[in-house]
């Protein structure tokens, strides 16, 4: 298997991001490199990234002047050295054989660009069940008007480029147009398999809350295109940083 870039976002993440670099160093697939671009934290995520560095090689920890989520995945594309990409979010946890399973399939199904289903081990039924309806929402649309979870998405620096990367000027849902963008012309479909999801999202802003917010959002982007004017005024980095 080609080697593979993996770029991490983060924003005041020094309580999350040691556990997914840590995830990251037990893959039983080794050939990648890991470039963590930070928004600028006031908090030690650069710190404990950087303490990384003799157990994942090749790590390069980039913070910026500025916030943005899609700003942060755009510079991680450009710093990256290798054709496949893997943008993730610093909350996100990965099992041992999840980088193996992955580009295994990505080779067999020949995709450029890929999403992965959100996985609940562990969490209460409550969070269960939520993830699940939000992992059917993602399955039934891939075919036709394709949404994703921006925190586990593939992607290709050849596919990445041809789109123009993210859209720094969309809030909220940047993740589901840069997919969508990328079904015109480079297929795409959600990996059989699933990645661990930090639900602090679900529990500070409530699951209704948080699967209204999201499907009124889709609606909106279907009815009248993409949010380039903050119209939900959602913002990036809001969720607490808990442990």
């Not at 639900?199 to 982007?221: C, H, I, S, W």
Request: charged share 25%; net charge neutral; proline share 3%.
């Amino acid at each position: 298997m080609n080697p593979l870039s993996i770029v991490i976002i983060t924003l005041n993440e020094e309580n999350r991001i040691g556990r997914l670099l840590e995830d990251l160093t037990e893959q039983t697939f080794k050939n990648f490199e890991v470039i963590v671009v930070d928004s600028n934290s006031s908090d030690a995520t650069c710190e404990v990234a950087q303490s990384f560095s003799a157990s994942i090689p090749d790590l390069t920890v980039h913070k910026m002047d500025k916030q943005g989520v899609s700003l942060g995945r755009n510079t991680g594309a450009s710093l990256a050295k290798h054709e496949r990409l893997l943008f993730l979010d610093a909350d996100v946890r990965l099992s041992p054989d999840f980088l193996t399973k992955a580009l295994t399939q990505l080779n067999e199904k020949g995709l450029e660009v890929a999403g992965v289903y959100m996985g609940s081990k562990g969490l209460p039924v409550a969070h269960k069940l939520g993830y699940m309806t939000f992992n059917i929402g993602l399955f039934l649309t891939q075919f036709a008007f394709p949404t994703a979870v921006g925190a586990c998405i593939f992607s290709t620096r050849r596919a990445h480029k041809d789109l123009l990367g993210f859209d720094e000027n969309i809030t909220l849902c940047e993740d589901c147009d840069y997919v969508k963008r990328a079904s015109r012309t480079w297929r795409f479909r959600f990996l059989p398999m699933t990645f661990e999801f930090d639900p602090r999202r679900l529990e500070q802003d409530g699951f209704l809350r948080m699967g209204y917010t999201y499907l009124k959002a889709n609606v909106r982007r279907f009815l009248f295109g993409e949010m380039r004017n903050n119209e939900m005024e959602y913002k990036f980095g809001h969720y607490s940083n808990q442990k």
